[in-house]
């Protein structure tokens, strides 16, 4: 039996949520007056005379007020070089344009359906959850492939369609970060990491590689999959109970031609990864340090190397499966691609400026500096302070959708403050995705919550926020919990997160 007044609260507080939600302005705005606000903050500070000691030097550190002569001098000719050089709008476009064919070519969405079409009815959930996960290597793509294929394959097995969609958006948005692979997210989140982690140590910052979160998160990807996957079973799926519904549904299996296309694909796969490692594992290769595999060019050419990887198999797809007949329609897809990053672009442009000035200002690390002798004053440091800093991003992510937005506005003061706490920048990032990945579900401003909302009511009409919420509500919880005991684990036991990447920093003077 529901009761009321529970239900009451719980809508109230969902309500309360979307209502101050959608009061915050468009990220691109947001950007926009936090680079303002950082302009009259120099002014101010500065004018106070508040300094701090770089304790890696001794040096004192003042803020740079932006509203002196030298200061609107630089505001004027910075703008284009804060643009131009925001550290993941290369690296974001290059990853996406190898993407795009892998996506517009069809073989990132035959690769799904394969999948989960091709297992056992008893792993059914497991294959579902389990490729949500890893489509993350297509960016948004498993949203509006993969929820609405849970919910078709579940009714097409007599089960409930909505427990398929849950277990389908769970894998895709509450374990985002985890993957076997690389994504367009490492990129992102890494280059905004390291200009964070240059103002206390630049030469530290650049040994941050773009695998730093790499070996913890294929660890992930399983312990997400058998957690989704017992939600589902022993949760949701009996809470939803039996479906009643007249919508009927049949699976859309591959085609012989898609199956084609995919072997082919897998072939260009091999054959790529066997010519780039040519590259790589010879003696005197052009990629290969002898000295140092970690500092070698392979890992500095991650992004030319994933945009090969994807283009190659996509290509290669869209040529057996007719997607792609000749040249242009390569090019069309480029140029697709690009045009929905034009958002992103925009967004690079005040974004850049934000980050450029809190970091020419000093604020960065005057806030660091301050803030962690004020935490060490009160004790507060150890697991207290990264459970805190998860509840804190978490709570954030209710609000803002957008990973890259929260991170390039979060990292430019957490990641320089828990250095000097003596936590790595691989580790705060880290933290990071865990939060930001788990509360995706339960947030009604998520850009695509809307949509799986819509996929949700074909099957039952009643469906709402709330409704959505409710269900996705004990993965959100189940994957917090578990993720974050998984990475005091991991703390606990020193296992290296990536390659040469710890959890505490060390100066590297």
Known sequence: MEHPEKKGIVMRILDWVERIGNKLPHPITLFAVFAVLVVLASWLISRLGVEVEDPATGDTVQVVNLLSGDGIQYLFESMVENFVGFAPLGTVLVTMLGIGVAERSGLISAMLRGLVTSVPRSLMTAALVFAGIMSSMASDAGYVVLTPLGAVLFAGLGRHPLAGLAASFAGV????????????????????????????????????????????????????????????????????????????????????????????????????????????????????????????????????????????PGLVFGKITKSIKNDKDVANQLSDTMNTMGMYIVLAFTAGQFVAYFNHTNLGKVLAVSGAEFLDSIGFTGIGLILAFILVAGLINLFIGSSSAKWAIMAPVFVPLMMQLGYSPELTTLAYRIADSTTNIISPLMPYFAIVIAFAQKYDKKVGIGTLISTMLPYSIAFSIVWTIMLLIWMLTGLPIGPDAGFFYEPSN
């Open 173 to 312: 948005s509450a374990g985002y970060s985890a993957n076997l692979f690389l994504t367009s997210l490492d990129p992102l989140l890494t280059d905004l990491t390291k200009v964070a982690a240059e103002t206390i140590d630049p030469a530290y910052a650049d040994g941050i590689l773009l695998t730093m979160n790499l070996y913890f998160m294929i660890a992930s990807v399983f312990v997400l999959t058998i957690v989704g996957t017992l939600v589902t079973d022993k949760i949701v799926e009996p809470r939803l109970g039996t479906y009643k519904g007249k919508y009927q549904e049949e699976v859309d299996y591959l085609t012989s031609t898609e199956k084609k296309g995919l072997w082919g694909s897998l072939i260009a796969l091999l054959v790529t990864l066997a010519l780039l490692s040519l590259l790589v594992l010879p003696s005197g290769a052009p990629l290969r340090d002898s000295d140092n595999f970690i500092e070698s060019p392979f890992f500095q050419t991650l992004v030319p190397i994933l945009l090969i990887l994807f283009f190659v």
